[in-house]
């Protein structure tokens, strides 16, 4: 099986940085796009950044130019840098992999999700 745990939400004030991790683990062959999602009370769940095996990035309109995406292959993680926020990412931030399990002779391409953490941007 594999798993995805978030740290690093909490309370920041507007303005204000905050850094989520992201470390992917158990039976994992390989390691495809990872990323983050987030979802707004009210609002369905958007795609924040996403990040290639080979370092391609992709960035959400809204958070291009605040926020970076990056990633450590040899420790299977990802990690989303956040700058200048504002009340408007405020949500829960979901982790995202595309990751090849082999358990056995089976071998399997899935996408998996973390639990989540909220970041809230408030005064």
């Known amino acids: 099986q594999v798993q995805l745990v978030e740290s690093g939400g909490g309370l920041v004030q507007p303005g204000g940085s905050l850094t989520l991790s992201c470390v992917a683990s158990g039976t994992i062959f390989a390691v495809f796009a990872m990323g983050w999602y987030r979802q707004a009370p009210g609002k369905e769940r958007e795609l924040v950044a996403l990040?290639?095996?080979?370092?391609?990035?992709q960035y959400a309109d809204s958070v291009n130019g605040r926020f970076t995406v990056s990633r450590d292959n040899a420790k299977n993680t990802v990690s989303l840098q956040m700058n200048s926020l504002n009340s408007e990412d405020t949500a829960v931030y979901y982790c995202?992999?595309?990751?090849?399990?082999?358990?056995?002779?089976?071998?399997?391409?899935?996408?998996?999700w973390g639990q989540g953490t909220l970041v809230t941007v408030s005064s």
């Open positions: 990040i290639g095996a080979g370092g391609t990035r």
């Open positions: 995202h992999a595309e990751i090849t399990t082999i358990i056995g002779t089976a071998v399997r391409r899935e996408y998996f």
